[in-house]
């Protein structure tokens, strides 16, 4: 195992206990009003696992002192992230100028990614698949679980904005438990093999199209 994935879930490891209250109703609350409250708490675990997950991964790449050249595209657009602005509707001189220098920079300085995951406060399907793209994680292993999560985000969202027409049941509450644990165990598994089969570097083939050629 990567001393990575070690501390993703060392970092994470008290998720399961709270898990298991949320399954029961110690407090002996309306069974319908308990599982309300459940299911924020539950959708918060759900973005929070995946927030750390991804900033602990993005710290350890910056760590690497990798240079720019070394690693690949999709990684490099994420360091680019902010200086993307700067193309946005009618660009002035000075914007292209400010975007221009950036890429630059970049080429020539060691990568490095601000750790900040955008999960848009939604962590839905679509939403987990952007990540997925940008770390060139397999987003076909979340799917089986798509529809339970977007439920679940759906419902929170509902909650949030004081609609209480919903009736939970326990098995709703185990469903949407039971698809959270089962997507962070896909993440934790993408993640370790893309640090074990170091899927951040660019194959030989990428180095060499990017490498310009010698003159004769």
């Known amino acids: ?3 990575i994935t070690e501390e993703i879930q060392l970092e994470n490891q008290w998720r399961e206990s709270e898990f298991a209250r949320f399954k029961t109703n110690p407090d002996k609350v309306n069974d319908n009003l308990w599982n309300r409250m459940c299911v924020p708490m539950i959708y918060a675990h759900w973005e929070g696992y995946v ?7 993005i710290k350890y790449l910056n760590k690497k002192k990798l240079q720019s050249s070394e690693v690949k595209t999709k990684l490099l657009v994420q360091s680019l992230n ?5 193309l946005s ?3 002035s001189f000075t ?17 490095y990614i601000e750790a900040k995951v955008d999960t848009k406060s939604n962590l839905k399907a679509a939403v987990l698949n952007d990540i997925c793209i ?17 439920r679940l985000v759906h419902v929170r969202n509902a909650i949030a904005h004081g609609q209480n027409s919903y009736v939970l049941t326990n098995e709703n509450i185990q469903n ?3 698809a959270v644990q089962k997507n962070s165990d896909c993440l934790l598994a993408e993640i ?10 660019k194959t030989k083939v990428e180095v060499h199209r990017v490498t310009p050629t010698q003159p004769l």
């Open 1 to 3: 195992m990567h001393e």
């Open 51 to 57: 927030h750390s997950s991804i900033k602990i991964l």
């Open 192 to 201: 370790e093999s893309f640090l074990l089969e170091e899927k951040y570097l």
């Open 82 to 86: 902010k200086s993307y602005g700067f």
């Open 89 to 91: 509707g009618k660009q």
């Open 95 to 111: 914007q292209r100028l400010q975007f221009t220098e950036n890429f630059e920079k970049l080429l020539v300085n060691e990568f």
């Open 134 to 150: 940008g770390f060139d994680f397999n987003f076909e292993i979340f799917s089986p679980q798509s529809p339970v999560i977007d």
């Open 176 to 178: 949407f438990i039971t």
